[in-house]
């Protein structure tokens, strides 16, 4: 929806530049995840050196000869670091961003070390591996995501992480609730196979070819409205969804109004989630009385 917008502001035909830049900013996804999960890792390895050196201080108090370990000793933190499917793919991407920017790093660091949280972590020297995951998952949903100064450094590294951070964040908690001692941490796939893959550049493409063909289903179908008057992005979603009706027999009616609803609540007007429905609740029973809708497989509605 957002390549099909940002074609229309520069009144661009070039599909082909188009869709690479679509594809790339997906594939700019996994960097980003890559990122904000090795975040805390960097995070525990520039504690390990604030440590070393407090430790070597020529006037160094006792505490600071003896510190309490717990946060760098945390089981999770270093599972992630060792584990070899995230090393993998940092190596095989060339993520080396925070060796080049750890003045973040250092600013989430002293927010963590700051907080309540890490204070209530800290105050016991017991452990457990269940323990050492909440607080990761703590840590990361309360203080490393919400930070200002570290999304204020992603929407400056790529504009497009802006609407994939939610999406990342959300990732990256359900693999660290789903992580144990005895499971191994798995870097996800981008797409879960090559027909995923392929829907991107098919719907891209589909949509951006057959705009008028597609204006046209609904165009008739809004008497309140002059076609003029209807929000672009309003247009542009109602295109999609007919687009999926028409040539994608595999995706259940319902499913495409509900992903197209919800895109529309995310981006669109406030009452832009009713004007589509209604539209496209008319327009699939119209479609369906002259039996221009076919599908195919298990959920056909």
């Given at each position: 929806?957002?390549?099909?917008?940002?074609?229309?502001?520069?009144?661009?035909?070039?599909?082909?530049?188009?869709?690479?830049?679509?594809?790339?900013?997906?594939?700019?996804?996994?960097?980003?995840?890559?990122?904000?999960?090795?975040?805390?890792?960097e995070i525990r390895k520039k504690?390990?050196?604030?440590?070393?050196?407090?430790?070597?201080?020529?006037?160094?108090?006792?505490?600071?000869?003896?510190?309490?370990?717990?946060?760098?000793?945390?089981?999770?933190?270093?599972?992630?670091?060792?584990?070899?499917?995230?090393?993998?793919?940092?190596?095989?991407?060339?993520?080396?961003?925070?060796?080049?920017?750890?003045?973040?790093?250092?600013?989430?660091?002293?927010?963590?070390?700051?907080?309540?949280?890490?204070?209530?972590?800290?105050?016991?020297?017991?452990?457990?591996?269940?323990?050492?995951?909440?607080?990761?998952?703590?840590?990361?949903?309360?203080?490393?995501?919400?930070?200002?100064?570290?999304?204020?450094?992603?929407?400056?590294?790529?504009?497009?992480?802006?609407?994939?951070?939610?999406?990342?964040?959300?990732?990256?908690?359900?693999?660290?609730?789903?992580?144990?001692?005895?499971?191994?941490?798995?870097?996800?796939?981008?797409?879960?196979?090559?027909?995923?893959?392929?829907?991107?550049?098919?719907?891209?493409?589909?949509?951006?070819?057959?705009?008028?063909?597609?204006?046209?289903?609904?165009?008739?179908?809004?008497?309140?409205?002059?076609?003029?008057?209807?929000?672009?992005?309003?247009?542009?979603?109602?295109?999609?969804?007919?687009?999926?009706?028409?040539?994608?027999?595999?995706?259940?009616?319902?499913?495409?109004?509900?992903?197209?609803?919800?895109?529309?609540?995310?981006?669109?007007?406030?009452?832009?989630?009713?004007?589509?429905?209604?539209?496209?609740?008319?327009?699939?029973?119209?479609?369906?009385?002259?039996?221009?809708?076919?599908?195919t497989g298990r959920g056909l509605?």
């Amino acid at each position: 929806m957002q390549s099909i917008y940002a074609m229309h502001q520069k009144s661009s035909d070039d599909i082909e530049k188009e869709e690479k830049f679509l594809r790339q900013s997906i594939d700019n996804i996994k960097d980003l995840y890559l990122i904000m999960l090795t975040s805390m890792t960097e995070i525990r390895k520039k504690e390990i050196v604030f440590l070393d050196a407090s430790s070597k201080k020529h006037l160094a108090t006792p505490e600071e000869k003896n510190p309490n370990k717990k946060f760098v000793n945390n089981a999770v933190l270093q599972l992630l670091e060792e584990n070899s499917s995230l090393n993998s793919a940092l190596e095989k991407r060339k993520i080396n961003n925070w060796s080049m920017n750890d003045d973040y790093i250092l600013i989430l660091l002293n927010s963590i070390k700051q907080s309540k949280l890490f204070e209530k972590y800290m105050s016991t020297n017991k452990t457990s591996f269940e323990e050492d995951k909440q607080f990761v998952i703590d840590m990361f949903t309360e203080l490393i995501a919400p930070n200002e100064k570290l999304y204020e450094y992603l929407e400056d590294d790529k504009l497009t992480w802006i609407d994939d951070i939610p999406l990342v964040n959300t990732q990256i908690v359900k693999q660290l609730q789903q992580i144990s001692e005895k499971s191994d941490f798995n870097v996800p796939k981008l797409y879960k196979d090559e027909e995923d893959k392929e829907f991107v550049s098919s719907l891209f493409r589909k949509t951006v070819l057959n705009e008028v063909e597609l204006a046209k289903q609904y165009i008739d179908k809004t008497p309140n409205w002059d076609a003029d008057r209807i929000a672009e992005i309003d247009t542009i979603i109602l295109k999609m969804a007919i687009c999926e009706f028409f040539k994608f027999p595999s995706i259940p009616i319902k499913v495409t109004i509900n992903e197209y609803l919800e895109i529309a609540k995310e981006y669109s007007t406030p009452k832009s989630s009713i004007f589509i429905n209604g539209i496209l609740d008319n327009l699939v029973k119209e479609f369906q009385t002259q039996n221009k809708i076919v599908k195919t497989g298990r959920g056909l509605m």
